[in-house]
């Protein structure tokens, strides 16, 4: 079964800082998609950015980038030139591709606090 | 467009009871999902339907069902309802079973006395 680590429970950026949130997956797909999720204290979970495993180069939306390395298992997101907004809860995930109807699969979050 | 509407945002029931949620996805959407939040566990996938089908379901007991409607709505229905049933309950929407990124809801919070 596929995992999902997010290895950092709590972490915390000054204003206008970047910060890199971890995560690293557990998986015996080739082919599958990567996700990253905020939940505000609004509660609904938000797409920040998305990276398909055939896809070599990383994701970017704006001030959220990924580093993504398929070898490693690892699916690292850098929030730059931080804002009070992007304070929030971080969900790493993943769903395969071709195995099924696979369900999305889910890392424990990160709890991002910005510090004005 | 409207996103993903769950209803109700907050409910409070006592153990033993049952209760219904429910969702409607974003218009075009045929399917659904339902994952349970809780400190402790985190999201835990619950079910899966696209076109009033249960695709997937996790690994909860019997007393957790859903189903969807013709017009993609979906309900989850607990039965016996259970303390460690406290939970947000989320429910999210795609277009495809897998190859379009889910669009969740608010949740419903249910607390269990």
């Known amino acids: 079964a596929q995992t999902v680590t997010q290895s950092q429970p709590e972490m915390s950026v000054q204003e206008a800082e970047t910060v890199t949130l971890s995560c690293t997956y557990d998986?015996?797909?080739?082919?599958?998609?990567l996700f990253w999720y905020k939940q505000p204290p609004s509660r609904q979970m938000i797409l920040v950015i998305r990276?398909?495993?055939?896809?070599?180069q990383n994701a970017t939306e704006n001030r959220f980038s990924v580093n993504f390395q398929k070898a490693a298992k690892s699916f690292s997101l850098k929030i730059s030139d931080s804002q009070l907004g992007d304070a929030a809860m971080y969900f790493c995930?993943?769903?395969?591709?071709?195995?099924?109807?696979?369900?999305?699969?889910f890392g424990k979050g990160t709890r991002l606090s910005v510090i004005a | 467009k409207a996103g993903v509407t769950q209803t109700p945002r907050y409910l409070i029931k006592t153990r033993g009871q049952q209760v219904t949620l429910s969702c409607s996805p974003i218009?075009?959407?045929?399917?659904v999902s339902w994952y349970q939040q809780t400190p402790g566990q985190g999201l835990q996938f619950l079910f899966e339907?696209?076109?009033?089908?249960?695709?997937n379901k996790g690994n909860f007991p019997g007393r957790f069902s859903g189903r969807q409607f013709s017009n993609s709505r979906s309900e989850m229905n607990v039965s016996t309802l259970e303390l460690g049933d406290s939970a947000l309950y989320l429910c999210?929407?795609?277009?495809?079973?897998?190859?379009?990124?889910?669009?969740f809801g608010n949740g419903t919070r249910l607390t269990v006395t």
């Open positions: 218009s075009g959407h045929r399917s």
């Open positions: 339907y696209f076109s009033e089908t249960q695709r």
């Open positions: 998986t015996s797909e080739s082919d599958y998609y």
């Open positions: 995930a993943y769903r395969g591709r071709n195995s099924g109807n696979t369900p999305l699969v």
């Open positions: 990276q398909e495993a055939y896809k070599q």
């Open positions: 999210a929407s795609s277009n495809t079973l897998r190859e379009s990124p889910l669009h």
